[in-house]
Structures are given as C-alpha cells and as structure tokens.
C-alpha cells in the first residue's frame, strides 16, 4: 500500500441521553475519524476514541492530533506498507499513545482488506459470522430510572447488562437490580473508583453473582487487583491497566485477574489486540471486545476483532440506536436480541455516509504523501 494522503477530521455527535461513569458524565462525543486514501484512490477508514478529557486514560483528542501529526502520519506517509502489521512494528519506537497509532493502524487494515477484496473479519483471521453482545449501562440520577433503562435493554435481548458502579452507587443498586432481574447475566464497571480499603467492602458484591468486576482499582494497578482477586470469588477483569501484551501476560501470571477486557483503541490497534487474543487463547484466559461510546466506524472495528474465536464473552458493542439518532456508517449496526451478523462486505463492511460525517464535522486536517 502506498498512502497518498490522510484526512483527519474532528467530529462531534450528539448522545441520544447523557452516559454517567465514575469519573466523569458524557453528554456528546468529540472524536478524530481518519481516512487514509492510497495512490489508487481507495479508502480506509479508522476511528479513535480518544476523548476530549484525560479522565479515562491520559490520551486526548488535542494528544492524538499532536502524535498523528508530528509523528505517526510522516512514519507511514513517506514509505510504503507491505502488510497492517508493519504499522505497529513501525510505531513501536514511540512511547504509549496507543489511541493514535491504534486510530490510523485501523485505517490502514481496512485499506488492505479492501485492496484484497475481503472483509476486515477474515483479513483478521476472524471466524465468526455472528457475534454476541451486551450494553454497558450509564449511572442514572435514581434507582427507578436506572431499574428502568435495564428493563427496556433486557428486552432488548442483550447477552448481558453492565453497570457503572462507584463508591455510594454500588451494593445497594446491584441488590435492587438483582431482585428484579434474578436471572440476567450482570456484570459491575468501576472505572477504578475503589482501593484496597474498600476491600471488606467490595466483598459484599460476591452475593450477587456477577459474571465479573471491572476494574475496581486504580488504572495503573495490577498488584492490589491480585491482592482483592484472592479476597473475593467474583472474577475481576481489567480494562484500564491493560494497554499491551506484556501488561496482559504480568496480570495473568500474577492472578491480577481473570478476564480481559480488550479494546482496540487502548492496546495500540488489531495487530496488537490480535497478539493479546492469542495469548489469552493460550492460557485460557476468556477476553471480550470493550467499547468508548464509538461512531458506526469504531463498532464495525469491533466487531471485526470479535470475531476471534477466545471472544468468548459478550462485548459491548450495542446498536448504533444505542447512542446515535443518526450513525455515519450505512446500513447501521444492530443487535437482534443480541447478536449482530457480521458484514461480509469487503474492509470494515459498512458504508460511510460522507453527508452525515460532513454535517458532524468541525475541522479537518490533509496530510500529504
Ligand atoms: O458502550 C460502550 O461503548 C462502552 C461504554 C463504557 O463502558 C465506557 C465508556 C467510556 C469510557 C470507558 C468505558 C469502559 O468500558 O470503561
Ligand atoms: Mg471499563
């Protein structure tokens, strides 16, 4: 492949309603969306999901600009690419800022898929034509609207339903939802709201059999999470202390958790979260794709990579009409009671809407080869 020019623009949508974390309330989502344009024409699209504010993680939408600029764009613009697995190798000099490589490395895998003439899922290895999901469910201001917003996405038929949780919202809102929902797979996200003095505590949320905890402490912790992994019998899975395989492999030999979270954005791209698949595979450690509120471009990514076969656990990514009055990929993604049929259209498998992605543009930026 050789890149004639990238475009990055910024993009701003509207939330249909507000998503409450521990850390933080979002009411729209600024993001970059790439597309990566080779000397034939062809197109590749990616997606990153760094947000606005460094209260997820420290990477931003001004960080990833600044990375993609002054030193991700130049590396791949000036030298041609044999295969997406060059780019991670490429990048592998620069530290961290795994949103941005993983933003432009995503476009570059549905440019090569494209050019081969195969869906993103099989230029993946994927094997899968149909993948399970859950919903990740925001905090509500109160225990009727958020017992509400459960009822109407388990008749959704979501394969599961997550719940932020943080200190003060957390053991009395689970026992509410459990007695309402004896039966439905539930799983709790801290968003690393805890520390090991919430130990005794946290212990309290084994009586509802939760499939797992999402990162209940801090986002750089793999030691303390092993400390209250034997300390408790609900399996804890990490989101934010995972950004690499060798940051898989350390949490997995130290028993730090039982479940990885994967998502594309915050490990550095496929390739990466390929590697960490694998690995998990190996050491039957199950993993499930994760999700950052993404535009139709982000969740087609997704579903790509779900389609490996150790994605074993539904992954967060829900319909487009989850979040979006309008998606900017055609047809958009649905969840039938759960289940999303993977497109077997070539690259990432959708359309882009350039009309629906112009109207939600703010500003974009050409970097030529
Ligand atoms: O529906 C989604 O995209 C997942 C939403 C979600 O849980 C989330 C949203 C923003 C930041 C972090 C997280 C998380 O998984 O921790
Ligand atoms: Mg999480």
Known sequence: MELDKVIVRNVKMELKSPFTTSFGTFFEKEFLLLEAIDKDGVSGWGESVAFPSPWYIEETVRTNEHMLQDFLLPSLLKQPIAHPDEVSERFAPIRRNNMAKSAIEGAIWDLYAKKNGVPLYQALSGEKTEIDVGISIGIEETVKDQLNVIEKAVGDGYKRIKLKIKPGWDVDILREVRKNFPNTPLMADANSAYSLKDLEHLKQLDEFDLTMIEQPLAHDDIIDHAILQKAISTPICLDESIHTLEDTRKAVEMGSCKIINIKIGRVGGLTQSKKIHDYCKEQGIPVWCGGMLESG?????????????????????????????QDIIEPEVIAENGVIKVPDRVGIGYEVNRETIERFTAATKIYQA
């Not at 790509?304 to 656990?313: E, V, Y």
């Open 297 to 325: 471009v982000g969740r087609a990514h997704n579903i790509a990579l779900t389609t490996l076969s150790q994605f074993i656990l539904p992954g967060d990514t829900s319909s487009s009409s989850r979040y979006w009055e």
